[in-house]
């Protein structure tokens, strides 16, 4: 999940944690004529992230672009075709299978989200027949974000927690709400637990069986999948992932991926996003309808430059060219995406988080390239 895409620490389920990264030697860049081979290098060699790869899409031609290693223990270099963490990239795909449920006639956008989950959002002045399905999409909940509390603990007491998404809702419902519902934007990644539960109320079948039928399955999307509880290895190939916490980066690829769940658990490859993102804004999953309102933006006051729609964040280019995506965040992994609406797309990926500072600037900055290069 994530907490924001420019200017803080992207880090685990999306909060913000005040972390200090090891500095470790790093070798020096190499020369190169391709703006986003240069862009890479600077993520690891410079920055000090072990590995980072992007893959770009365009009309059916792929390319893909690595830098650095995929394992500090081994060197072997950052795979090809790596299958990682995706993060709150997850939302989109939750989003798009909320908004098919809207078009099939069984999910009403502006309908509470007491009339599907009946008593579970009560307590403390949160109140479930005042939020909307639209307000959880959009972040427009006042709902608490419950990876404030989680994260609060050491994360290898995380490593083999799991969580059911009611026990996840419940710790935000001992808080009460940031603002009513409508009234305000906050990232809060307890709207999206409360999504995936209601797509598994709607359609009486999990989440993760949801998101392969509905999309992965039609786009061909053969290295997307969610992970359930106890599910804690990356199939292969993978990068391994790590964290900083003040001392040599520690391995932290097996891990229980359900305390994130519908809020950040995917995972994904560049090439499946590269297809997903391409595939969603050219309306091959979404009926028009339906696409214009998960394109309906609100401010996101917290995240200078852009815009929230439903699970889709719109941000321009240094050229000023609009771009529609996510990224996200979670124990090991970086992840960008998007697509312009030309039908490019781009997917970057670092396998190290939390990471030193400079490194999430050079990531946006070798997303931007990537995105943008012709």
Same mark, same amino acid.
């Given at each position: ?25 790093a ?10 081979q ?5 993520v690891?060699?410079?920055g ?9 899409t ?52 502006d ?6 989950l ?42 083999h927690?799991?969580?059911e ?35 598994e ?17 039609? $786009?061909? $999307? ?23 916490l ?10 229980d ?60 280019l240094?050229?000023?060219?609009p ?12 992840t ?11 997917a970057?990926?670092?396998?190290e ?21 012709k």
């Open positions: 999940m994530r907490k924001s895409l420019r200017g803080k620490q992207i880090v685990a389920c999306g909060t913000l944690v005040a972390l200090l990264a090891a500095t470790t030697a070798p020096a860049l190499a020369v190169t004529t391709n703006p986003l240069r862009a890479l290098d600077r690891t060699a410079q000090g992230a072990p590995g980072a790869e992007a893959v770009v365009d009309h059916g031609r792929v390319t893909e672009t690595r830098s650095g290693t995929g394992d500090l223990t081994t060197g072997k270099p950052y795979p090809h075709d790596a299958k990682f963490r995706v993060g709150s990239v997850t939302k989109t795909f939750v989003a798009t299978v909320v908004l098919q449920l809207v078009a099939d006639g069984k999910v009403q956008l309908a509470p989200i007491e009339r599907y009946p008593g579970l959002v009560a307590g403390n002045g949160n109140d479930g027949r005042q939020i909307t399905v639209r307000n959880l999409l959009q972040h427009t909940s006042g709902l608490y974000n419950y990876t404030d509390d989680v994260l609060t603990a050491d994360p290898e007491s995380l490593r927690r799991g969580a998404p009611g026990e996840l809702v419940a710790i935000a419902l001992q808080h009460p709400p940031l603002f009513a519902p409508g009234r305000g934007w906050s990232y809060s990644n307890t709207d999206y637990i409360v999504a995936g539960m209601l797509v109320k709607v359609t009486g079948r999990s989440l993760a069986t949801e998101i392969d039928r509905r999309i992965a399955r039609p $786009l061909g $999307l053969r290295d997307t999948s969610l992970p359930g509880r106890g599910d804690e290895h990356l199939p292969a190939p993978h990068p391994r992932g790590y964290l900083s003040g001392g040599p980066p520690a391995d932290f690829t097996d891990f991926p359900s305390t994130a769940g519908a809020a950040g658990g995917l995972v994904s490859s560049g090439r499946d996003l590269d297809t997903f993102f391409s595939a969603l804004l050219a309306g091959r999953l979404l009926p028009a309808a339906q696409l214009a309102q998960m394109r309906r933006t609100v401010p996101a006051p917290t995240e200078p430059g852009a815009d929230y729609g439903l699970g889709l964040i719109r941000r321009t240094p050229d000023g060219t771009y529609w995506g996510h990224d996200g965040g979670i124990f090991g992994f970086a960008l995406a998007g697509a312009l609406d030309s039908g490019r797309a781009a970057v990926s670092v396998n988080l939390p990471a030193p500072d400079g490194v999430q600037q050079n990531t946006e900055t070798a997303f931007e390239i990537a995105l943008a290069r």
